[in-house]
């Protein structure tokens, strides 16, 4: 069974820096793509970042320049560099994988922004 851990989030002030990790593990297949996603209070989860096998990434408009995806294939684990912190970047924040066979999300991790 599929299980993707994540970690790293919590309170930040306004400026600051966050850096969230997601662990798959139990995949029987290999893994292609790896994002990140997240939920603000009221509103639909929205797309963040993505990277591929090959290492090339995709940002949302509103985080780039800003955060920073990246992989480390060998152990199965997909990282988000959070900087330069808002307030509306307040939220809850999911990874996802997708492998040949199907997809899988993380449990998500809490990320608020506040003075």
């Known amino acids: 069974q599929v299980q993707l851990v994540e970690s790293g989030g919590g309170l930040v002030q306004p400026g600051g820096s966050l850096r969230l990790s997601c662990a798959a593990s139990g995949s029987r297949f290999s893994i292609y793509t790896m994002g990140w996603y997240r939920q603000a209070p009221g509103k639909q989860r929205e797309w963040i970042a993505t990277i591929t096998s090959g290492g090339t990434t995709y940002y949302t408009d509103s985080v780039k320049g800003r955060f920073t995806i990246s992989r480390d294939t060998a152990k199965n684990t997909v990282y988000l560099q959070m900087n330069s912190l808002k307030p509306e970047d307040t939220a809850v924040y999911y990874c996802?994988?997708?492998?040949?066979?199907?997809?899988?999300w993380g449990q998500g991790t809490q990320v608020t922004v506040s003075s």
């Open positions: 996802k994988i997708w492998t040949m066979r199907d997809e899988y």
